[in-house]
């Protein structure tokens, strides 16, 4: 059974960078054709695709995103990464990483495994 759990610190200064990283058991990161995704939901808001990592590497973002956000991966710890640089407030949110099914775009696709989601608060 696939399962993903976020990590990383739940509160980040505004300005600094927001670093999650994304823990897969399972399945591995780099085998085709799955896309492995960074989604949000900010309070009261629906869910937010941010951008993902295929299985070759290459990284996708989204449009409102992808000056901020960068996606890396550790294939010897199945593990990718999301980096968000310069948070404000409004990057408050429950982030989760996902398993997507090949699309295109992406972002599209269905998501089968989702992790628990993590608590960011973006303060002072």
């Known amino acids: 059974q696939v399962q993903l759990e976020e990590s990383g610190p739940g509160l980040v200064p505004p300005s600094q960078t927001l670093s999650l990283t994304c823990t897969v058991s399972?399945?591995?990161?780099?085998?085709?054709?799955?896309?492995w995704s960074w989604v949000r939901q900010p309070p009261g808001k629906g869910l937010e695709w941010i951008g993902a990592i295929l299985y070759s590497g290459v990284t996708f973002y989204s449009t409102s995103l992808k000056t901020r956000a960068s996606i890396s991966r550790d294939t010897s710890k199945n593990q990718f990464t999301l980096q968000l640089s310069s948070v404000t407030p409004e990057d408050t949110a429950v982030y989760y990483c996902a398993r997507e099914d090949r699309a295109v775009p992406a972002g599209t696709g269905a998501m089968d495994f989702w992790g628990q989601g993590t608590q960011v608060t973006v303060s002072s």
């Open positions: 399972g399945a591995s990161i780099t085998t085709k054709y799955h896309y």
